[in-house]
């Protein structure tokens, strides 16, 4: 223990070290160069100017490898599909001339067939640039109204909860309970298989968790003072909805959008191959790759091709969702 | 001195959030319970209590950001529990509110500029011209820097932000500012600053707070008269000064005696009363008196029988117990009779 | 004989993308046997990572111990192997963490987590340590420990949970006790419960206790000795009437002048420290302190003031003489004069 065992009540004239005999609050005097002044312009720690939130994300999303590799791909797989028709068929064939002069069919990759050709002798390069025409647009179709309807009920369901909440999240329990590639089957026996039914089912199916994902997005997000706040000053359901809450919440549905376009392309090419998808003789990787099952060993690069084409195309979805979470997380700094 | 806000009778109840299939109804947490106080206009009135009292809930239920179950809330002589859109909004412009957190209460999505011009958009106050000057004006007024308009609030620290979140509650001159817990995620040396700004703003604009805190020396600090609650109730309430100098309530007192003085010497030499036990649940309180379970001085079975009322024991001073009296503590340090 | 715990100039940084971050740069104290140590700063002061750096539990590899020795009765923790800084991590030196809610492990029951290092350390049998629980349990004051140490963490109140914590951090008899915040998150009725229960296990126990606490309350209740840190550095250091009612640092004077009383009768002004706390990353140059410090000079952002030894044991890194001092007038407590 200290020796410093003052008497409290002694007067603090006492003793000469006693520098700091000194009671500020009870004397009321004020110490001449101690600032009580709160108003001193405080600045801000950073130095460089404004910036707005998703410049900044997106200066995050660059400084992510993995993330730009992602990008790029699905910027190189765009161009090609979109301009295919600019350079496939001149150089490697029409996808679906089917070419019936014996020996034509089930070629090995060469200069002519770089991909190979199939057991109809079509051009397995040109296959498969076009096949990615229907994984894209079936992959971003199929999001969209997932989106639509997820969007829809997860934010009716997050911001007025009780009764519209419970019915919701039911009814999204009820498709979570099916097999969801059954479920897509059963549907597209209802629907006829065709190309436009196929997204339409993945759509339908995938919105309980763009509606789940959202609503709980938005329950966190309402938690937030920031809304009281809004309340608090007048401001209307929909401001609240749109300025404060949507804008926060949003973040974890661009994420899980863009995984999902992934997750599509794959049921795309699950229910092609089932023969329950995109019909012959459109190309489709799904498509590809159930034409090739029996001639795997034969002629791999049958099999190959497709496969490479949805392992690098859904894999790149998945890199771009996962460098958007960090790169759209507003506490990250830099 | 004129009555800004009346408080009467405000309970508030909240169910029990139980499994899907088990009934919801029954069992509530009773967050505030009976609950009655008034302001006048230009004064502080300090709302103290532990985690839980009710403290907070009583100021959202002030606001209407929170429905009531029942009581009357009567501000400038209308009455809040009746107000329709047109009139609440109108309300609103009188009534704003300080949050604790500095990080949860600023959208993070919207620049400082657009959080303290929001509330003047909303009720359609000025142009554009004349808001952001007024934006402007109130940056300065809370001491941040006017050219920081465009910046977002992660680009600010704690102090910084609360003093933002301050600047947006001024914006539409309201009368009242409920603060709830406005310091206590702060640092010491910042939370001396947003008091000092507090209490620069209300000279300056005549404003009347609501200041609800479980920090009793800041409490004591802002407020001209205290209420401490415990348990969803009014203890204890009066001038501060009666208060924290002759606390009638024995929890008043024993929390009083509770928080350590930065003074080693005092600290050591002065009286403590330290408290058996934790706060009973709010779901199923005590009967009788709610504090009867943790008090020192509890005779029985009076106190866990009979629940005493607010009851008055000074000038401006009112204590809800059945033994209630002076307890005049040693705060001070030293021998008893220095006090 | 050597002391208990001697930290000689510890240093622990962490790199971030923002670039390194210096959360404790050149400490030094000394624990003697049945001392209590208060460390005392603001948020990013580096009080916990001192902490932390101690026990060697820095989170690595973004956090490394730069420099600097920790001796444990003679023996530097930092050159320790892995078995080593084991054996010393709740046996000889335990911890009290501020948050009671996440520091018990939900899945296990409270007895069997207090018994946990009796088993790892002194080889009891999983039913010998689970019966010394249930005695710590009612050491530190919890009714029916012998039925609550059966609960699972859950079912007790947080302030049963700080209880447990401490009963945990005793099980083994430690010669420390580091307790980082320990009343933080709790209602000030249960802080002077576990506050008084900390003192009292300090008395029966005889170890020496480190608490790192921004309340300069708890300090005043508790401390022997108090260091004072800013960003990362220690600005004072002394005993706890010392620094009370003779400081030496004007943030030491600063943070004095911004508390509110209420254990002096009249309300007086605030006189809070102007400014901000630094970025840790962007440290002002000279003293960290300069440029909120109303006394600043030159000097002050130019050079780095050392800490010296002004009276018998009372240090300061502050470059204003003991003569100027005496003309500040700083904020101290004056022994309880009015």
Request: aromatic fraction near 6%; include cysteine; charged fraction near 20%.
């Amino acid at each position: 223990m200290t020796t410093d065992h003052r008497d409290p009540r002694r007067p603090r004239a006492n003793g000469p070290t006693d520098v700091a005999g000194h009671e500020v609050r009870a004397e009321g005097t004020t110490l001449p160069t101690l600032p009580g002044d709160t108003h001193a312009h405080v600045q801000a720690e950073t130095a460089t100017g404004s910036r707005t939130l998703w410049g900044d994300a997106w200066r995050r999303l660059r400084k992510n490898k993995l993330a730009i590799v992602g990008l790029v791909w699905i910027v190189a797989v765009l161009i090609m599909t979109i301009s295919a028709d600019l350079w496939v068929p001149p150089l490697f064939g029409d996808p679906l001339a089917v070419n019936t002069t014996p020996g034509a069919s089930l070629q090995a990759p060469s200069l002519t067939h770089p991909f190979g050709t199939d057991k109809l002798g079509r051009d397995v390069l040109s296959r498969v640039v076009y096949g990615a025409r229907v994984s894209l647009t079936v992959g971003v179709l199929a999001v969209s109204i997932s989106l639509a309807i997820g969007l829809l009920l997860g934010a009716l369901s997050g911001y007025y909860g009780r009764f519209v909440d419970s019915l919701v999240m039911r009814s999204a329990d009820v498709f979570f309970a099916f097999p969801y590639i059954l479920f897509a089957i059963a549907l597209i026996a209802v629907l006829g298989p065709s190309y436009r039914n196929v997204f339409i089912a993945i759509g339908i199916l995938g919105w309980p968790s763009i509606a789940r994902v959202f609503r709980s997005s938005i329950l966190s997000v309402k938690e937030n003072e920031y809304v009281d706040a809004a309340r608090a000053m007048g401001a209307s359901d929909f401001r609240i909805m749109f300025r404060h809450i949507m804008p926060n919440a949003i973040a974890p549905i661009i994420v899980y959008g863009t995984m999902s376009i992934g997750g599509a392309i794959i049921t795309e090419a699950a229910l092609s191959f089932l023969g329950m998808g995109v019909q012959p003789p459109t190309p489709s990787w799904g498509l590809m790759l159930s034409d090739a099952k029996s001639l795997m060993f034969r002629a791999p690069w049958l099999t190959i091709w497709p496969g490479f084409a949805i392992l690098t195309t859904v894999l790149a979805f998945v890199l771009m969702g996962d460098g958007m979470r960090d790169a759209l997380d507003v506490k990250m700094k830099d | 001195m004129t009555e800004l806000l009346r408080v009467e009778n405000l309970c508030k109840y909240f169910p029990v959030e139980q499994g899907v299939l088990t009934s919801r109804i029954g069992r509530k947490v009773h967050a505030v319970d009976d609950v009655s106080f008034s302001i006048n206009a230009g004064e502080t009135l300090g709302l103290v209590g532990e985690s839980g009292c009710g403290k907070s809930t009583t100021g959202r239920c002030v606001m209407r950001l929170l429905e009531p179950t029942s009581g009357t809330i009567t501000f400038d002589g209308r009455d809040v529990g009746s107000m329709k859109r047109t009139a609440l909004k109108a309300f609103r412009r009188d009534v704003q509110i300080i949050f604790q957190d500095p990080y949860a209460s600023l959208n993070p999505r919207m620049t400082i500029g657009e959080i303290v011009w929001e509330p003047l958009l909303v009720h359609g106050i000025g142009d554009r011209e004349e808001r952001r000057n007024r934006v402007k004006e109130l940056l300065e007024v809370v001491g941040l820097n006017p050219e920081h308009i465009n910046r977002y609030p992660h680009e600010f620290s704690g102090g910084q932000r609360q003093r933002i979140g301050i600047a947006r509650a001024l914006a539409l001159q309201p009368k009242l500012i409920v603060c709830d817990e406005p310091v206590s995620a702060l640092d010491v040396s910042i939370q001396a600053q947003v008091v000092n700004l507090l209490d620069e703003l209300q000279d300056t604009f005549g404003l009347t707070y609501l200041f609800i805190a479980h920090d009793l020396s800041v409490i004591r600090h802002i407020s001209d008269r205290v209420a401490v609650m415990y348990l969803g109730k009014i203890v204890e309430m009066g001038d501060w000064r009666g208060l924290y100098d002759e606390p009638h309530h024995p929890y008043t007192q024993s929390l009083l005696s509770a928080v350590p003085v930065p003074d080693p010497v005092k600290q050591r030499t002065r009286e403590r009363i330290i408290l058996q036990g934790d706060v009973p649940s709010p779901i199923d309180p005590p009967s009788g008196c709610r504090f009867h379970t943790r008090c020192p001085i509890a005779q029985f079975p009076k106190c866990a029988e009979e629940e005493p009322p607010l009851a008055e024991v000074a000038p401006d001073h009112r204590a809800a117990c059945h033994f209630a009296k002076p307890f005049p503590i040693n705060l001070q340090g030293g021998s008893a009779d220095a006090g | 004989m050597p002391a208990l715990l001697e930290v000689k100039n510890l240093a622990t940084h962490f790199t971030t993308r923002d670039g390194i971050v210096k959360a404790v740069d050149g400490v030094s104290f000394t624990l003697e046997q049945g001392k209590i140590l208060a460390v005392v700063g603001e948020s990013g002061s580096g009080k916990s990572v001192t902490a932390l750096s101690i026990m060697r539990l820095v989170a690595e590899p973004q956090g490394r111990i730069v420099s600097g020795e920790v001796l444990f009765k003679g023996d530097d923790v930092l050159k320790m192997n892995d078995s080593q800084v084991r054996e010393l991590r709740g046996d000889r030196i335990a911890m009290i963490f501020q948050d009671p809610m996440t520091s018990l492990n939900p899945v296990f029951r409270v007895g069997r987590q207090i018994g946990e290092s009796l088993v790892l350390h002194k080889g009891m049998s999983r039913k010998e340590a689970f019966e010394r629980a249930a005695e710590l349990l009612d050491m530190v004051g919890i009714p029916h420990p012998r039925e609550r140490a059966r609960d699972y963490p859950h079912q007790f109140s947080g302030g049963m949970r700080q209880r447990a914590m401490i009963a945990m951090a005793l099980a083994c008899d430690p010669d420390i006790l580091i307790a980082d915040e320990p009343t933080t998150a709790l209602d000030v009725t249960i802080q002077a419960q576990i506050l008084e229960l900390m003192m009292e296990m300090q008395e029966r126990t005889g170890a020496a206790i480190i608490i790192i606490t921004h309340d300069l309350g708890v300090v005043a209740d508790m401390a022997d000795d108090v260091m004072v840190m800013y960003a990362g550095k220690q600005v004072e250091y002394g005993t706890s009437d010392q620094v009370f009612y003779r400081p030496l640092h004007p943030y030491t004077w600063g943070l004095l002048a911004s508390l509110p009383r209420h254990d002096v009768d009249e309300k007086g002004a605030l006189r809070p420290i102007a400014g901000q706390p630094p970025s840790l990353i962007n440290v002002p140059s000279g003293c960290a302190f300069h440029p909120r410090c109303p006394h600043a000079r030159g000097l002050c952002s130019a050079d780095a003031p050392e800490l010296i030894d002004a009276n018998s044991g009372h240090l300061a890194a502050c470059h204003i003489s003991p003569d100027e001092r005496l003309l500040l007038q700083p904020p101290g407590r004056g022994g309880g004069v009015r």
